[in-house]
């Protein structure tokens, strides 16, 4: 009868875990990523796609304007957006996630900054806020240059201009990839020419370039920011591990900045970089991990050190 019992259980313990892979919701097993081309959400979506290929599910990432992106989530077609930055995306929130029609599951990162800046020998010359660039428009060209077309930083730029704000409507927004812009403001420094280009932390243009931020532009950008992890409606309720899983994740400015130093400096590539961050930061797992199994119920943490 003992031995009977043994087995019964052995069965039931099988048919659990049977059970568990089959109730999931089809659609888990593919995280559709929102990835709007920014060097910081490709390291959190890195990190995200790491650990979620350890646990046994396919990371899927789409490069889509931020617009595009929510878009996506309130229709289905994307699971999970790691990089809405507020309060620069304050008006993609209140109409997405404060109304209900997209899930926040988290924040995973703060004390962000994110508005406009100018190398500091700019500064030093006088252009400390935002009132200040237009006394010097001519040394500007006239130009502010913004990011990727679409980008809720470079649609604050445009009312700024439509407004002529700070004096500002008859300079031009000039829109580019991050790369691009960021090409742009070195071949200034490089000829100590003046530039005002849209910066932001975590990123290691903070180490690359001697730069300032602009104050003033309070009520387009905001005193100080943070990054929410959002996720289409209901969708930790249909996937409660990958749920949870995202649920934990958080980052910090030091981590994000090494990372993307590895990458941008063509010392490493994305997927490498962040390896090796987490061979040498293993501990972090232990947190983003807890209360995550794999796909099929197994050891969530063995299976993501198995890959290292």
């Known amino acids: 009868m003992k031995k009977l019992s043994t087995v019964l259980a052995g069965g039931l313990l099988l048919a659990g875990g049977a059970f568990h892979a089959q109730a999931e919701d089809a659609r888990c097993a593919t995280v559709k990523l929102g990835d709007p081309g920014w060097s910081d959400i490709a390291v959190t979506n890195g990190i995200a796609s790491f650990l979620l290929e350890g646990l046994g599910y396919k990371a899927q990432s789409q490069t889509l304007?931020?617009?595009?992106?929510?878009?996506?989530?309130?229709?289905?077609?994307?699971?999970?957006?790691?990089?809405?930055w507020m309060p620069a995306q304050q008006d993609n929130y209140d109409k997405f996630v404060a109304s209900g029609a997209?899930?926040?599951?988290a924040q995973n990162l703060?004390?962000?900054e994110y508005t406009l800046a100018v190398?500091?020998?700019v500064y030093e010359a006088g252009v400390k806020t935002f009132a200040d660039l237009d006394r010097h428009a001519d040394k500007f060209g006239h130009k502010l240059y913004g990011i990727a077309s679409g980008s809720p930083a470079n649609e604050s730029i445009r009312q700024m201009i439509e407004s002529d704000e700070f004096g500002l409507g008859d300079w031009k927004l000039v829109e580019s990839s991050e790369q691009a812009m960021l090409v742009q403001v070195g071949r200034a420094v490089k000829r100590n020419e003046f530039v005002v280009f849209l910066g932001w932390t975590p990123h290691p243009m903070n180490v690359n370039y001697d730069m300032q931020y602009l104050r003033g532009g309070e009520k387009y950008f905001g005193e100080s920011g943070s990054v929410n992890t959002l996720a289409r409606k209901d969708y930790a309720s249909q996937c409660p591990n990958v749920g949870k899983l995202l649920s934990n994740l958080s980052f910090t400015q030091d981590m994000e900045n090494s990372i993307m130093d590895q990458v941008l400096s063509k010392q490493a590539s994305n997927a490498e970089a962040i390896k090796a961050w987490l061979k040498a930061n293993p501990e972090v797992l232990d947190g983003w991990l807890q209360g995550v199994t794999t796909r099929d119920g197994g050891d969530a943490l063995a299976a993501v050190k198995a890959q290292l």
């Open 65 to 84: 304007a931020v617009p595009i992106i929510f878009a996506g989530l309130q229709k289905g077609q994307v699971d999970v957006f790691l990089g809405n």
């Open 102 to 105: 997209v899930d926040q599951l």
């Open 119 to 121: 190398p500091s020998y």
């Open 110 to 112: 703060d004390g962000t």
